[in-house]
């Protein structure tokens, strides 16, 4: 879901698993594999608001933003126009059942498509394309967004991500050579999705043994779904709006973890989302107990050879990096043609952006003088996550411009 908080990805499993069912999987493999005479291949990477987006071609037509996940079973097309653009005749309507009516909870299942990434390309790889785009992946990461790209581009290749130079290199199992000093951690593949069992301490000083998705496609570092019933709330904690499913926002907690471990080592004060009962009373085809997320595995870098039950993990500069919180209480998106206008989503009760009267629908035109056309979705974030200052924001509100200071705060 989406890069500190909690949004889109990780409420995907919720339906994901129904397209799946009703999807057709032919006896051949659905993946990805080298031009011929390559035995690898560099692909770059853009991490925004800590979503992996790579370019691709669909049916020869592109290219398109996709997000990297290995949190979904089958490529998803979150962009519904994209079914006038890449030439899809033969498809047929899916119901994503159990989560309500209309076209908002339909899917149109494609036959095998031609997907190139330059050096790459496709078997027999379909995807589900969404009638009604109800995530708002573009608003939310400021460029555009058409879709995820999952379990089928790591099926049978090993994909190694170095977040320190944003390349993806991409070999064959036999052909890996893993990072210097890496290290060997084992996960089962389940569903078409990479787990791992590992331990996690508690602020109480208990601890557990957990099971977790290994999920590139979620922004936050770590979720746990049975704390509030196992362990209870820790003592600081914060409401918050950790996400949006297709029927529906997702509401819970944001608090810390003392530490989780990943092979040797120790990842410590970890900022972690809580969803609350009405999520984790749903029922998935693999239990779990929650997912590790980007806000965390960007602090490595990786490899993924699923081919061999294996993820390897090597510290990067950013592992002793302390896991910081929105210091605003807004929550934002990007809005118009170009995507240049930053349109609060929500204001967090009780937070800085709360106390000086900011609401739900107001712009935020400029920050420190300085306009938000201007700025990345990544800049502005560096903004509201830096304690202990005060910004000068202009807002639109009500046909009228306005200015007023915010102070950030450190909420958990």
Request: aromatic share 10%.
């Amino acid at each position: 879901m989406l890069a500190g908080l909690y949004k889109y990805p990780k409420f995907k499993h919720i339906w994901f698993s129904a397209v799946l069912s009703c999807l057709f999987l032919s006896a051949s493999a659905q993946s990805f594999e080298l031009d011929s005479g390559r035995k690898s291949v560099n692909i770059p990477f853009r991490l925004v608001r800590n979503m992996m987006v790579v370019k691709l071609s669909i049916n020869n037509k592109g290219p398109f933003n996709f997000i990297l996940d290995t949190g979904v079973g089958l490529m998803i097309v979150t962009e519904p126009k994209l079914i006038d653009s890449i030439n899809v005749t033969h498809k047929r309507t899916i119901k994503l059942s159990g989560l309500g009516e209309g076209d908002a909870y339909e899917a149109y299942v494609t036959p095998p498509l031609d997907i190139s990434i330059p050096g790459l390309k496709s078997n027999n790889v379909s995807a589900a394309i969404l009638k009604t785009d109800v995530f708002n992946l573009s608003g939310y990461v400021g460029v555009p967004i058409h879709g995820l790209l999952g379990y089928e581009f790591f099926s049978s290749l090993a994909v190694k991500i170095n977040f320190t130079d944003s390349v993806i290199n991409v070999c064959y199992p036999k052909d890996l050579k893993p990072f210097k000093k890496s290290q060997k951690v084992p996960i089962t593949i389940e569903d078409r999705k990479p787990y791992l069992v590992t331990n996690v301490s508690f602020p109480d000083g208990t601890k557990s043994q957990n099971k977790f998705i290994i999920d590139l496609g979620a922004g936050h570092p770590i979720s746990l779904e049975n704390m509030l019933q196992k362990h209870g709330l820790p003592k600081k904690s914060i409401q918050a709006n950790l996400g949006v499913a297709l029927n529906g926002p997702i509401t819970g907690y944001l608090s810390r973890l003392k530490e989780i471990e990943l092979g040797s080592y120790k990842i410590k004060n970890v900022i972690t989302s809580f969803p609350d009962k009405d999520y984790v009373q749903r029922t998935f085809n693999v239990p779990r107990d929650g997912n590790i997320g980007i806000g965390i595995l960007k602090r490595f870098n990786l490899i993924f050879d699923y081919t061999n039950n294996l993820l390897y993990l090597k510290s990067n500069e950013k592992f002793s990096l302390p896991f910081e919180h929105d210091m605003s209480g807004i929550e934002y998106f990007m809005a118009g043609d170009n995507l240049a206008h930053l349109i609060i989503g929500r204001v967090a009760p009780g937070s800085p952006a709360d106390e000086i009267g900011l609401i739900k629908d107001d712009e935020i035109t400029s920050i420190n003088f300085k306009p938000v056309s201007k700025m990345s979705a990544e800049e502005i974030d560096s903004y509201f996550k830096t304690a202990e200052r005060s910004l000068l924001l202009e807002i639109y509100h009500d046909k009228k411009y306005d200015r007023v200071i915010i102070s950030l705060k450190r909420r958990i």
